[in-house]
């Protein structure tokens, strides 16, 4: 499958890991958003949001789990941000589904 992540997953692209485990991968995103710009993906391929069902599903819950761990780990305790932008339109560039984690700055809401 000609998918970025996926063969990030595989490690035939590198990448900074930060964290590993039997369902998903983190890793920091290459071109950063704010202090700490990690991206949280699962190593099954969903392309996006829009692909989440009963079936799969789980996995996402897993996600917010280590979302939470390394915003602890990276010292974000006055907040952060976790996004998953889906489609086009909300400026999905990457079509495997994956959540950013934000945080060592203030962010504005809404987004632009
Ligand atoms: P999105 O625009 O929401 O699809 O997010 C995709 C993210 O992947 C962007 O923030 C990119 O900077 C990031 N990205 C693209 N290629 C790489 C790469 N090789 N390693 C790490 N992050 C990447």
């Known amino acids: 499958m000609d998918c970025l992540f996926c063969k990030i997953i595989a490690g035939e692209i590198p990448s900074k890991k930060v964290y590993e485990d039997e369902q998903v991968y983190a890793f920091y995103d290459i071109d950063p958003q704010?202090?700490?710009?990690?991206?949280i993906i699962p190593k099954a391929h969903i392309p996006s949001a829009a692909q989440i069902t009963a079936e799969n599903s789980a996995v996402v819950?897993?996600?917010?789990?280590?979302?939470?761990k390394l915003a602890a780990e990276?010292?974000?305790k006055d907040g952060f941000r976790v996004v998953t932008n889906c489609g086009d339109s909300a400026g999905q560039s990457v079509k495997h589904l994956h959540f950013h984690l934000l945080g060592g700055r203030d962010f504005t809401w809404?987004?632009?």
Request: aromatic share 4%; charged share 5%; hydrophobic share 60%.
């Open 34 to 39: 704010a202090p700490v710009h990690i991206l």
């Open 61 to 68: 819950a897993h996600i917010f789990e280590v979302a939470a």
């Open 74 to 76: 990276a010292g974000l």
């Open 110 to 112: 809404p987004p632009g």
